[in-house]
């Protein structure tokens, strides 16, 4: 969510124009059927993680096959994440920055923290979730006295289909929820993920349709779809006389703060499961390794934010869909038809 | 051993986030820079060759006063700097060319621009402007018949910065008055980029001064009206506070309308207007019908003798007048073929298939739909004293 904040909402609005909001909710819904197979996979092997049990499913050299692909996915997510990082801040905030030292302290701190391990990063996120929500409100409410209501008419103009397709590159935002199927057997209380992440899921919906609409009621959508940080552009908005404004400081501060958590547990997740597919004992070893991957790969993949823009808005969402959908999908018909189930680890 | 490691690594941790929060490349010290304050735009093409010209007022730092000398009185706490160059690029590097500060441009509060660049260049400008990082969505564009360079050289009236004044009236002062409106950045872009309306930007005109004894004189007064992306012409005192009364809802206003009465004036201040358009369809014929409601005051001036039926007889002659603002501001858009009232944008929002019929042809056929003006003018004070 904290990645989709900046870059999404632009995506969204050139294509669904002033409807753009109901396609940033809509995207949600494919969404809550990965959380269902999800944790369906996670009822029928509640004690290990999907690199293991697509071993179990498809069998040794094909499990083998489709972990490491997921490994790639894995990897490919969180190097788009800390290019979104340096892309944003070298655009909009310190220009002369090399990326590469942004994203070189970005990777330290993730590898620090994955280190540490998945408890410390969950709670550090505990502790950061709240605030974060907070100054999205107050940002919410501090915009209200310049919404205009009327710029979100005319409703659905040309029709649901603009929507639709306005709604593509958000629906993998929503459907990172994936990392579920790594993290299901290490929660406590396996059996309220359904509950929880359902609701974790329709906040998400609701806040980043939110704030699409706030942007849309002030910016008008012609000029937010010509905006490639339109939320970053409507935290500046924020005026009150001459004692609050330049809020964006606070935003951005919480704003990497959530990021490099989801680099962290991104981080973990390429490294457990390398580690699980590759038969290692312990993710550790991986870690600076694949800090080597990452830094020149999020430095030098995308030469420009145009490169990126397009690479998000064109091959992404068909990427994405793969292992955040069919795949899960395709592991869990096996599964029922093979009727794999409750096999504990080797 | 491994302890002393993990301390090792984790100091080196913090030194890199320390390089973080402190802007590593990009940091800059508050000593190195230029505050720009005000930036003028003024474009002219001379032998088919471009020419832009800028100049921007630069705030003093403190305790570094040129002159040196308190005794100033009325001086100015902004620098001016001009530059000239080929490209607006070119120019921009070009204006601080004399100062070894950065120009630092987070604190603009308006951009100041020349007619001729305001006719030709507007959509460049504006686009390059927020593209530009620095740059704050607030910022107003301020349109002046002439040279943009003649405003900031005849500096404040009363304020110790040009800057501040322009702020101040153009974000409170100017629409409570029912002087002029400030069309922010983020306004005029929006209006530039929008298929079905057309924007203004606020006026400030240098004037003679009244007084004898002053210098010229800023004053903030009318709009100047764009047809995609380029300025077409102005709008008066009376037809600017047409379009307020169309286009805003104001609260917290002062503004005074002198009407006559059985050959008596009076000056009736009104303090809250509410409008509404509505677009009418009927078959193919599209028209529109504004609902303006004011509420005011009669000022209480003397010899004052109003009864309830005289209130009555005097609203009617308010909104009489009301009318007749409004529809010159009307009448001007339709002149000018520019719906900068947003009729056409009402009917985009509210009626989409009579907007489709239109094309790309709307502006033209705003000029010559029938626009219907309602107002409901209330007097709610007439001083402290009865009869």
Redesign the interface.
């Known amino acids: 969510m904290v990645s989709a904040l900046l870059l999404v909402p632009g995506l969204t609005a050139e294509k669904a124009k002033q409807s753009a909001w109901i396609a940033i909710g809509l995207a949600s819904l494919p969404s809550f059927l990965c959380l269902w197979i999800v944790w369906k996979l996670g009822k029928r092997f509640p004690k290990n993680t999907l690199p293991e049990y697509t071993e179990i499913i498809l069998g040794k050299v094909l499990g083998k096959v489709v972990g490491g692909a997921y490994i790639l996915f894995f990897l490919l997510v969180n190097i788009l994440s800390i290019c979104e990082f340096s892309e944003f801040l070298t655009v909009c905030f310190m220009p002369q920055t090399p990326a590469i030292a942004l994203n070189a302290i970005l990777v330290l701190i993730g590898a620090y923290a994955v280190l540490k391990g998945i408890e410390v990063i969950a709670r550090a996120a505990q502790f950061v979730f709240p605030l974060f929500m907070i100054s999205l409100l107050i940002l919410f409410v501090s915009v209200l006295p310049a919404v205009k209501l009327g710029k979100l008419l005319p409703f659905l103009e040309g029709g649901i289909k603009p929507v639709i397709w306005g709604s593509i590159p958000s629906i993998f935002v929503y459907g990172e929820i994936i990392v579920l199927a790594i993290l299901l057997p290490m929660v406590n209380k396996p059996e309220e993920i359904k509950r929880k992440g359902a609701f974790a899921l329709l906040t998400v919906a609701i806040f980043l349709s939110a704030g699409m609409m706030f942007t849309l009621m002030i910016f008008g959508s012609n000029l937010s779809g010509d905006l490639l940080f339109p939320f970053w552009y409507l935290s500046k908005y924020i005026e009150f006389g001459s004692y609050l404004q330049r809020v964006e400081g606070l935003i951005l501060l919480l704003w990497m703060i959530g990021m490099i958590i989801k680099i962290a547990i991104f981080y973990y997740l390429t490294c457990f499961s390398t580690a699980k597919t590759l038969g290692l004992k312990s993710y550790k070893p991986v870690i600076y390794p694949m800090a080597l991957i990452y830094l020149p790969a999020a430095t030098f993949l995308f030469r420009n934010t145009a490169e990126f823009r397009q690479f998000l808005e064109l091959y992404w969402p068909y990427l994405g869909s793969i292992f955040e959908l069919v795949l899960p999908l395709i592991l869990l018909f096996v599964a029922v038809i093979r009727k794999k189930q409750r096999r504990v680890s080797r | 051993m491994k302890k002393k490691y993990r301390i090792l ?2 100091s ?2 913090i030194i ?2 320390s ?2 929060s402190t ?4 940091s800059k010290e508050v000593e190195s820079l230029a505050v720009v304050t005000l930036m003028g735009i003024d474009y002219t093409n001379e032998n088919g060759s471009d020419m832009w010209t800028i100049s921007a007022t630069i705030l003093n730092p403190l305790g570094q006063d040129k002159e040196g000398d308190q005794s100033r009185g009325k001086g100015s706490q902004e620098t001016l700097l001009v530059g000239t160059g080929r490209t607006l690029q070119e120019t921009i590097s070009a204006f601080p060319a004399h100062s070894s500060r950065t120009p630092y441009y987070g604190h603009i509060s308006a951009f100041i621009i020349g007619e001729k660049t305001a006719k030709e260049k507007m959509c460049e400008f504006t686009e390059a402007n ?1 593209r530009y ?1 620095e740059n ?3 910022t107003l564009i301020i349109i002046t018949k002439g040279k943009a360079l003649d405003v900031l050289q005849a500096g404040p009236a009363v304020d110790k910065l040009l800057s501040k004044e322009l702020k101040e009236l153009g974000m409170k002062k100017a629409l409570a008055t029912g002087y002029s409106y400030g069309v922010t950045l ?1 306004d005029f ?2 209006g530039l ?3 079905d309306r057309d924007p203004v930007a606020t006026l400030v005109n240098v004037v003679p001064p009244e007084v004898p004894g002053l210098g010229q004189q800023n004053l903030m007064e009318g709009l100047a009206v764009f047809q995609g992306g380029r300025l077409i012409g102005w709008l008066n005192k009376e037809e600017t506070m047409g379009y307020l009364l169309i286009t805003q809802n104001i609260n917290n206003g002062h503004i005074p309308l002198v009407v006559t009465k059985d050959n008596i004036l009076f000056s009736y201040y009104f303090a809250t207007t509410k409008s509404k358009i509505l677009s009418v369809v009927t078959g193919d014929n599209i028209s529109y019908r504004v609902q303006i409601k004011v509420i005011g005051a009669i000022a209480d001036n003397s010899g004052l003798r109003l009864k309830a039926e005289d209130i009555k007889a005097l609203e009617n002659v308010i909104e009489d007048r009301l009318r007749d603002l409004s529809t010159q501001a009307v009448d001007k858009a339709k002149e000018y073929n520019s719906d900068f009232l947003g009729f056409t944008e ?1 009917l ?3 009626n ?1 298939s009579a907007w489709q019929t239109l094309g790309s042809d709307w502006r033209k056929a705003f000029s010559t739909t029938e626009v219907e003006i309602v107002v409901d003018a209330k007097i709610v004070q007439t001083g402290m004293m009865g009869e």
């Open positions: 690594g984790l080196i941790l890199l986030q390089a973080i802007g590593c490349w990009s927020i990082w704050r969505p607030r983020t872009a929006e980029k929008s298929p009402k985009h929002r509210t989409l």
